[in-house]
């Protein structure tokens, strides 16, 4: 039944069209984590210090250290490390592997061994309470792709995973990772693999005009 107000008539038709639309748009209105992202993909170091400097949960704290360390090579922010956590989530998990991941990446071979284990131990439990969380898919398949062959580095593993990441991402809303950071690194897989389709995937990511983080792991990949 149509309710008439001030020479307006609004169905109820209408009334739910009205809602769904406010409902996608709701939908696609950026966590803050999505905004630790975005400041990422553009190499914004102060925006993305200023938002990491109110952290509301431990694991958005994890997620700062993760995304600002590659920008800034600041130790400060491997600097505490927890070694295990309590009550954490596959996500928490998986960052603070990550983290660890960073902080084995130099050092001695001795802080080399010690760190990739205890990323290693950590990312275990990520995938142990939710394989299928995104950043357990992103962190773990470029642990694949940066661990030497001798110490399980596998590239075809990694596409694997990376793969199932971009699936989701393409079906989904993933807070914190975008479609086209899983394609990049997609991308990067295929062209260690010396795989053709990489040139595609380029094309593809190129003309999407990517941030200039993206730009440049395009131009200048890591060897």
């Not at 996608?24 to 966590?31: A, E, K, N, R």
């Not at 250290?65 to 400060?76: G, H, I, M, Q, S």
Request: with cysteine.
């Amino acid at each position: 039944m149509d309710r008439t107000k001030g020479g307006t008539c609004l169905s109820c038709e209408a009334c739910t069209a009205m809602l769904e639309t406010l409902l996608v748009v709701l939908s696609f209105v950026p966590t803050r984590a999505d905004s630790v992202e975005h400041f990422y993909a553009w190499q914004d170091v102060a925006a993305l210090q200023s938002l990491c400097a109110g952290t509301l949960s431990r694991e958005e704290d994890l997620l700062c250290r993760y995304r600002l360390y590659p920008l800034t090579e600041d130790a400060a922010y491997l600097a505490d490390l927890p070694s295990k956590l309590s009550s954490a989530s596959a996500r928490e998990y998986a960052l603070l592997a990550g983290l660890w991941g960073y902080k084995a990446s130099s050092g001695s071979l001795f802080n080399v061994i010690r760190c990739g284990r205890r990323a290693g131990r950590l990312l275990s439990q990520a995938k142990e309470s939710d394989p299928g969380e995104p950043f357990v898919l992103l962190i773990e398949g470029q642990s694949f792709l940066f661990r030497p062959g001798v110490f399980g580095g596998d590239n075809g593993r990694a596409l694997e995973l990376l793969r199932e990441l971009q699936r989701i991402i393409a079906s989904d809303h993933v807070d914190g990772i975008s479609s086209m950071e899983a394609d990049l690194w997609v991308w990067y897989a295929l062209k260690r693999m010396n795989d053709p389709a990489a040139d595609a995937v380029q094309r593809s990511i190129e003309g999407r005009n990517p941030p200039p983080l993206y730009r440049a792991f395009l131009a200048d990949p890591p060897s």
